[in-house]
């Protein structure tokens, strides 16, 4: 079944706007009649029927929708949009495709190219929930520097996420401990993991995130991309906490 | 400390060719004297001192290697190239990047576009491999038809690798149970998993897979594409081994 993200869609009449309507009609050649889904990103999948397409729009019936619950635990990541944002929007379709609960770029100190794509990165992340069948859409957080990150934290009331903190050796400290993802991360507790930009934090921004309490870890003894990094986190997560 | 690829490097004078030597001169700027390491992609790790360097050819003096063991437990995968040759590449690197052992390219029923761009696809896993500073080339083994591959499945001598499938649902056999790749897959033992291609293997291909003793396993309850799956089982494996 067909599958289309309509982030404001209720039972009754819809209309898809002029880009789905040409991808229904035109791609998948629907015809009144067919069956189709809606999902709002937000748990809720909508069954439809084609009433009409036109190439500027397509009228749609829905019905009462299935909801599912949010997935848990929950992984938020923070990472740093590479030089070359396909790697980054790479990683943002497979993040989603693995489960991804939100995304909250990062300008760090070796940061280069500060551009941020927004539009274009929520594009891609709706693509990739359409297309794994998912009814959640990952939240995208506006890139923010790493301190305004840091200081957003908030003193948890309870047990707040699991903080680690993923990052390659450091020449100036070469005895600071790093323990494995798979051996540091607690199961079925949501988790927040910062992920190493290229050329990696600095160690000054390495010390804030101990001062913040983050765990500092490891994915193996190679040098992975930023991407493969951030990419990694999200398929341990997965894997420890489904097993 | 840069690292190239020279697979028939020795110790003693070595020349690097014009696409090597433009990158050592004219991108690292590099001088005589300055140091620089050469990998063969079979666990010797040289060092070696620049000599000359011009627009044609740059002389390096190499020692004596380091060997590295090969990784253990090995991972073999089977996975039909996409028809996007991008996202393939993009799995080839990563995989690299991660540890996979030896790719073999399968033809499937539903693969389309049956173009093996093989030097292509090895001048990506080289550049991954130097990347991640790795010492080992993952094998690329030429593109065969899957009954060519299941054919050439010889029975073990002893404890052959673990033989595992990942396929999405079949329709036609709604019951077909699949195990988590998290509780299937043993643990320090060598592998050979295959993926399912875009638009998945037919029915009548894994019944050849359960023949052949394939254990059928599954990644999760959401579709991931033929790439994602594929990496997913490169992580899964590293995780599931190194824990």
Redesign the interface.
């Known amino acids: 079944m067909r599958r289309f993200y309509a982030p404001n869609v209720a039972p009754g009449p819809h209309s898809l706007g002029a880009d789905e309507a040409r991808h229904l009609g035109q791609v998948l050649r629907a015809r009144p009649g067919d069956a189709v889904e809606l999902a709002d990103g937000r748990g809720a999948v909508f069954p439809a029927e084609v009433v009409s397409i036109g190439k500027r729009e397509a009228l749609l019936h829905v019905g009462v929708p299935t909801c599912f619950p949010s997935p848990t635990p929950e992984l938020t990541l923070w990472v740093a949009p590479t030089k070359h944002t396909d790697r980054f929007e790479?990683f943002l379709e497979?993040a989603c495709?693995?489960?991804v609960t939100r995304i909250q770029p990062i300008w760090t100190a070796r940061s280069e190219r500060r551009v941020e794509k927004r539009e274009r990165w929520q594009r891609t992340l709706a693509e990739a929930m359409k297309?794994?069948?998912?009814a959640w859409l990952p939240e995208l957080a506006p890139a923010v520097s790493l301190d305004a990150a840091l200081s957003s934290l908030e003193p948890a009331e309870g047990e707040g996420p699991w903080l680690g903190l993923a990052h390659c050796p450091v020449p100036e400290h070469p005895n600071w401990v790093r323990q494995?993802?798979?051996?540091a991360l607690p199961q079925q507790r949501d988790a927040l993991i910062a992920i190493g930009p290229e050329g990696d934090f600095t160690s000054e921004e390495i010390e804030s995130f101990g001062s913040a309490g983050f765990t500092p870890v490891t994915f193996?003894e190679?040098?992975?991309?930023t991407e493969?990094a951030a990419?990694?986190a999200v398929?341990?997560f997965?894997?420890?906490n489904?097993?």
């Open positions: 790479w497979k495709e693995c489960g297309q794994s069948r998912r494995s993802i798979q051996s193996g190679h040098r992975l991309r493969t990419l990694f398929q341990a997965h894997i420890l489904h097993p």
